[in-house]
């Protein structure tokens, strides 16, 4: 019997996930626990492993396509691979017939053909692109199928439906200038051919919490600039003995992060949520650090920063980074978090003004580090700067506590040494 591969329960409230892409293919061995397909949610990305060993014999929803948790994605044999490739290949998969009239698309579930009519089975289409196709008015001959088994599949309809778009005529040489003749050569020298893709859940979930953010909350930003020399002496003069002694490097956010702390012990505001017709006051700080992954920004949390040194907090953003990069971060890692920190430095950003993460009331922004003339002491001297930027919420945080806060940060950055006074 073959065992039903169903779409895991991938978090609270998420019923509709999108298909990532298919790790094995039909006619695939797969080992118990060895990764098949990656599920997509507007939170996160999780893998669907092989409940057992055997083969993967019929995959029932490709890549790009919408399915709801508990729904079956793919059929898979267990045995040996030769046991279960032939109980695979006993049950044909269904072929959906594409034939097009002169006024519509019909689309219909048949029969496979004999082995004698082999060459005349029809292209294997997925009902989502058909549908692009009829509405488009594009036949299937010539549309190049890249799903599982050479299906066509809803990203290929579309390619396809770009293509056969008609190309605007040039009026004849004659009638035009030959100085216009040549820069409309010139313009369509390269290709300009659009390649629409669908957007992920979790980059479609990010464009929400923005909208929401800037909808309903009063969303305000102010500015100050740190000279990093201190921490900069103070890392260099460290951090071989720092790795040496916890593994991991010495960087700049764990500086930032106690800082961060220290502050919101100062301006509780920053770290409060309005949750009508109550403001909620944290005693402890989660901290949600933006990280660049495979499917885009993504903001894991470390949870009680107030309780953890230099080591930890350096282990733990390293270990986010890596498992960011291949979409390994879990669903509950990136929830619950009171204030953020956004460094567009290491992208090589001047100054912004960062968008917080609703219901938080407060998001840092750290940008490049740049060595710039400053005034010290009556003198001129040259300085690594970096500008600074805090994003509030104004129904929580008023403009002298937001100042505050920022230059909090900055006098603890020139001076490190308070951390460690807590002064």
Known sequence: MPIELKVPEVGESITEVQIGPWKKQEGDAVTRDETIVEIESDKATVELPAPAAGTITRILKAAGEQATVGE??????????????????????????????????????????????????????????????????????????????????????????????????????????????????????????ERPVLMSPIRRRIAERLVEAQQQAALLSTFNEVDMSAVMALRSRYKDAFLKRHGVKLGFMSFFVRAAVEALREIPQVNAEFREPHIVYRDYCDIGIAVGGGKGLVVPVIRNAEALGFSEIESTIADFAV?????????????????????????????????INPPQSGILGLHAIQERPVAHEGQVVIRPMMYMALSYDHRLVDGREAVTFLKRIKETMEDPSRLLLEV
């Open 323 to 355: 498992r960011a990069a291949d979409n390994k971060i879990k669903l509950e890692e990136l929830q619950g978090g009171t204030f953020t920190i956004s460094n567009g430095g290491v992208y090589g950003s001047l100054l912004s003004t960062p968008i």
């Open 72 to 193: 079956v994605i793919g059929l898979m044999e267990e045995g040996t691979v030769d046991a279960a490739a032939k109980a695979g290949a006993s049950e044909p998969a269904p072929v959906v017939d594409v034939r097009r009239s002169e006024s519509r698309t019909v689309i219909g579930s048949v029969q496979p053909p004999a082995a004698s009519a082999a060459a005349e089975v029809p292209q294997r289409v997925m009902p989502a692109a058909a549908r692009v196709l009829g509405e488009a008015g594009v036949p299937l001959e010539g549309v190049v199928g890249s799903g599982p088994g050479g299906r066509v599949t809803k990203q290929d309809a579309i390619s396809a439906t770009v293509a056969q778009q008609p190309a605007a005529v040039p009026a004849p040489p004659s009638a035009v200038p030959a100085t216009v003749v040549s820069s409309a050569a010139a313009g369509v020298a390269g290709s300009r051919q």
